[in-house]
């Protein structure tokens, strides 16, 4: 695993998103584990190390909430740094009835470039030693509730050459 920049659990019941993201993960040298579910990834985290998850809202049979809240309430899995995402419009009220803690939430469509500095923070938030976390540093900080990023287009979709 040398050489790699961390491992990414990818959460999210479409097929075509799962591999799209974990293409884009192996090129930026992450180490990505495709996962199509809550249920498998719930099994996952407990049986792997993961140093993020990227979680899908809108998933069946259970969604990336109820995912999220069985992630929290498990002791041995519940400080695994997790990044939400939807393809729907994400609504405000959702961001104040979800009480469990986030890293960041992005919109689908995703950006490349937005996704791995997202995975980046979320990375040094968890490897930065308690004693020299200082609670106003911005890369530290939890965006939740509140700061929603919208990602719009990746590179590989609109032509451009973003990550």
């Known amino acids: 695993m040398s050489g790699v920049k961390g ?3 990818v959460v999210d019941d479409n097929a075509y998103i799962v591999e799209g993201l974990t293409e884009i993960l192996k090129r930026k040298e992450y180490f990505p584990i495709p996962c199509r579910g809550g249920e498998e990834a719930l099994q996952i985290l407990k049986s792997t190390e993961v140093d993020v998850m990227l979680l899908d809202i809108s998933m069946q049979p259970l969604d990336g909430w109820k995912t999220l809240e069985r992630v929290r309430t498990d002791p041995s899995i519940a400080d695994t740094p997790a990044i939400i995402f939807s393809a729907r419009k994400f609504l ?4 104040e009835e979800c009480h469990w803690r986030v890293d960041a939430v992005l919109a689908k469509p995703i950006n490349t470039r937005d996704l791995i500095e997202a995975i980046e923070k979320a990375i040094k938030r968890t490897r930065a030693p308690a ?7 911005p890369d530290l900080l939890v965006p939740w509730p509140g700061d929603v990023v919208s990602l719009a ?3 590989s979709r609109d032509g451009g050459s973003r990550d």
């Open 153 to 155: 287009g990746d590179a």
């Open 131 to 137: 004693s020299v976390q200082d609670d106003n540093d």
């Open 92 to 95: 405000e009220h959702e961001a």
């Open 7 to 9: 491992r990414v659990l």
